[in-house]
């Protein structure tokens, strides 16, 4: 299977650590996504890649957050000094170009201590 | 208010039975649809996407929207157990842009 492939599945940590989640998207696709899904809800969209470049951020992506797409193929969020309200499933979705629609991989689910 | 409105359910139907899930929106901008089924502990998969207004089928499902009123449905015909999952509706000004806004999502439970 190639779709969407998120690592770690689940991460459990302490307040106050820093935790980094990896994305692996479709091959071919040029565009990446992060969401972040919480309990009841819809996924939030955090922000998007088109190759390398981030061309935009949701203002739910506080300063803790960063994320990267070196090379344009996978992607990174990074989470720092983790607080209760981070815990969530972080999504992350991949397409081809703007009038595909978007693919999503099974998430990481953060739990916060 | 919320841009994308869904009824959060839980919708619990005999197997066999036609199954309909609705989202109502306030951007008329939207231009592309899509539904999405999610298991628990999954991620969403895309089920059908759909440009303006009209309808579509695949297999067992339907989509349909109504511009003209801010309305999508997606229409599960002799649903199955398997069947049961959230269902999320998503629209966009395009498909796969960055503003893809997503409902809450329905839960749907088909009873054997």
């Known amino acids: 299977d190639t779709g969407v492939s998120q690592d770690p599945r689940h991460k459990i940590t302490k307040r106050g650590q820093n935790v980094t989640f990896r994305c692996d998207p479709i091959?071919?696709?040029?565009?990446l996504y992060w969401y972040r899904q919480t309990l009841g809800q819809g996924p939030e969209f955090l922000t998007y890649f088109q190759n390398e470049a981030q061309l935009e951020k949701s203002r739910l992506l506080s300063d803790r957050f960063s994320a990267e797409r070196p090379k344009g193929s996978f992607s990174t969020l990074e989470i720092q000094r983790t607080e209760q309200g981070d815990s969530a499933m972080y999504l992350c979705?991949?397409?081809?170009?703007?009038?595909?629609?978007?693919?999503f991989g099974d998430g990481t689910r953060l739990s916060i201590l | 208010q919320k841009e994308v409105e869904q009824d959060p359910g839980p919708l619990s139907v005999p197997e066999g039975a036609i199954v309909s899930l609705n989202c109502t929106y306030s951007?008329?901008?939207?231009?592309?649809f899509m539904w999405y089924r999610q298991y628990s502990r999954k991620g969403p998969e895309l089920l059908m996407y759909?440009?303006?207004?009209g309808n579509k089928e695949d297999g067992r499902f339907t989509a349909q929207v109504d511009k003209s009123s801010k309305y999508i449905s997606l229409f599960i015909r002799d649903s199955q157990p398997s069947d049961s999952a959230t269902y999320l509706c998503?629209?966009?000004?395009?498909?796969?842009?960055?503003?893809?806004?997503f409902g809450a999502g329905t839960r749907l439970f088909v009873k054997a």
């Open positions: 979705a991949s397409s081809q170009g703007q009038t595909q629609p978007q693919h």
């Open positions: 998503a629209m966009s000004l395009h498909t796969g842009g960055f503003k893809t806004i």
């Open positions: 091959s071919e696709h040029n565009r």
């Open positions: 951007n008329s901008a939207f231009q592309y």
């Open positions: 759909t440009y303006s207004s």
